[in-house]
């Protein structure tokens, strides 16, 4: 059973920085690409970012392309989101998933989600 555990969210001002981890347990996710997601109250969880399993290809959702970047470091088991310039609009909480879709449903688990505010 693969377990994943996102960290690095908090509480900052716009035009703050924060990076955002997820490691994965129980199972090398070296060769899946991966993907982090958003969900803000009462919306729907929101692609922001994805990469391949070698770290050579990502994507970015347009709302915060040259503002994130997603990469990996396989032999942590980690994926990492940098997030700079950060807006208000983008508070939410920030989950990650193996896979390589830009929609939710393309994901068949979740960490629990690390929480991100931003005050304006």
């Known amino acids: 059973q693969v377990q994943l555990v996102e960290s690095g969210g908090g509480l900052v001002q716009a035009g703050d920085s924060l990076r955002l981890s997820c490691t994965a347990s129980?199972?090398?996710?070296?060769?899946?690409?991966m993907g982090w997601f958003r969900q803000a109250p009462g919306k729907e969880r929101e692609f922001v970012a994805g990469?391949?399993?070698?770290?050579?290809?990502?994507s970015y959702a347009d709302s915060v392309k040259g503002r994130f970047t997603i990469s990996r470091d396989n032999a942590k088991n980690t994926v990492y989101l940098q997030m700079d310039s950060l807006k208000p609009e983008d508070t939410a909480v920030y989950y990650c998933?193996?896979?390589?879709?830009?929609?939710?449903?393309?994901?068949?688990?979740w960490g629990q989600g690390t929480q991100v505010t931003v005050s304006s």
């Open positions: 129980g199972r090398a996710l070296r060769w899946s690409a």
């Open positions: 990469v391949d399993w070698s770290g050579g290809s990502t």
């Open positions: 998933g193996p896979g390589s879709s830009n929609l939710p449903a393309g994901y068949s688990y």
